[in-house]
């Protein structure tokens, strides 16, 4: 529309050439639009946005150490109608000016406050440094209608002078000192730990070893024990038959004894108790035919020979008792050997008789002289005859 301005939003439109009743000898429109007549009124605009400026100065201290100091400071107008009047009456035609005029402010305030303080205030407390150069340029900020929003310090060097480096030497070299002892306690650490890792490495690779020659010694036990179980069953199997067959050679050993000890010993033993029961009885024979010559008396000899052949016959089967003459045939053995002996029995008193037979006529006979003839001595079956001296 014709004669209707509207400023931006980071803007204020001063319209001047009307009658204004504040202070200010232009009207100011902030946030919206107004009707300013193209040949009546004269329209301009006044930024209202942020702006910045720097600050690079050399300052001294209180010590007489010149400190290079750099800042940055964030600025803009105040949104008051009292701070746009101000700024409108001093930056309207050259805006671009307040940063320089600004930068200059907040330099001289630097370089007065950093007189006051030490390099060390300076360095440990940057805070306080910068409250004091704000509230130093208020006033004159608030002159040109302008309102710091920020200021930060951004570096502070001595150059070749090296007294904020000499500064620091004792904290960097504690810090250092710190550093390397805490490298070398981070090394001792791993030193240690890496000691430890190898020797528990180590040791279990010792319990490995010791576990697989274990186990190898297992093997090799187990291998040898079943490459030596064949030879071993063998070697006990053959020790098995050797012993049935020393028991087998034992056993044939004992029945070839007891066979010699039937076929010789007790056929020789028996043999003997024969021949000393018949010489017993032909003994007893030749005692009784003595006794008989003694008597003069063939029938008493018979007589005495019947009555003590039970006798005979007792003596000799106590001697075959004592002779430990074994029977071969049982009872049939033991059956013909009493029928011998009964057999020799009657032999023997066949020959009493008839030795009786000569002495009856031998006594039935008379000597010349008065005296008994001569008796035959006693001869035993198969023996051949008894002379007569």
Not at 35 to 59: D, G, H, Y
Not at 62 to 74: F, N, P, S
Request: net charge negative; glycine share 6%.
């Amino acid at each position: 529309m014709l004669g209707w301005h509207v400023p931006s939003p980071n803007e204020a439109m001063l319209i001047s050439g009307s009658k204004n009743r504040g202070e200010a000898p232009f009207r100011i429109v902030v946030g919206h639009g107004a009707l300013a007549m193209p040949i009546r009124n004269k329209i301009s605009f006044l930024t209202l946005a942020m702006q910045e400026a720097e600050v690079a100065e050399p300052c001294v201290t209180q010590q007489g150490i010149t400190l290079q100091v750099r800042a940055v400071i964030a600025f803009k107008v105040g949104d008051d109608s009292e701070s746009i009047a101000n700024a409108g009456r001093r930056f309207l035609q050259d805006q671009k000016f307040m940063p320089m005029l600004v930068g200059r402010i907040f330099a001289g305030h630097l370089r007065s406050i950093v007189g006051s303080m030490t390099v060390e205030e300076i360095i440990r407390e940057r805070q306080r440094l910068a409250s004091e150069i704000l509230d130093a340029s208020k006033p004159e900020m608030a002159k040109l209608g302008l309102v710091v929003d920020s200021f930060q310090i951004e570096s502070i060097d001595d150059g070749q002078a090296g007294y904020i480096r000499a500064l620091s030497q004792p904290h960097v070299a504690a810090v250092n000192q710190a550093a390397q002892i805490a490298q070398a306690q981070a090394d001792q650490a791993a030193s240690k730990a890496r000691q430890e890792s190898e020797r528990n490495q180590a040791e279990y690779q010792q319990e490995t070893s010791v576990a697989k020659a274990q186990y190898q010694a297992q093997i090799d036990q187990a291998q040898q024990t079943a490459a030596q179980s064949g030879p071993l069953a063998q070697a006990k199997a053959q020790q098995e038959v050797l012993s049935e067959q020393a028991k087998v050679a034992e056993a044939q050993a004992e029945l070839r004894r007891q066979q010699l000890v039937a076929e010789v010993v007790r056929p020789a033993e028996a043999e003997a108790a024969k021949t000393r029961t018949l010489a017993s009885a032909q003994a007893d024979a030749t005692r009784l035919q003595a006794d008989a010559t003694a008597t003069q008396g063939g029938v008493m000899l018979e007589r005495l020979l019947v009555e003590r052949m039970p006798e005979i016959l007792a003596a000799a089967a106590s001697e075959l008792r004592q002779a430990n003459v074994t029977i071969l045939n049982g009872s049939e053995g033991l059956g013909e050997l009493v029928a011998g002996l009964a057999t020799q029995a009657s032999s023997i008193l066949n020959i009493v008789r008839s030795g009786a037979a000569q002495v009856g006529d031998t006594l039935s006979r008379k000597t010349g002289d008065g005296s008994p003839a001569s008796v035959l001595p006693f001869s035993p079956p198969g023996a051949p005859p008894a002379q007569s001296n």
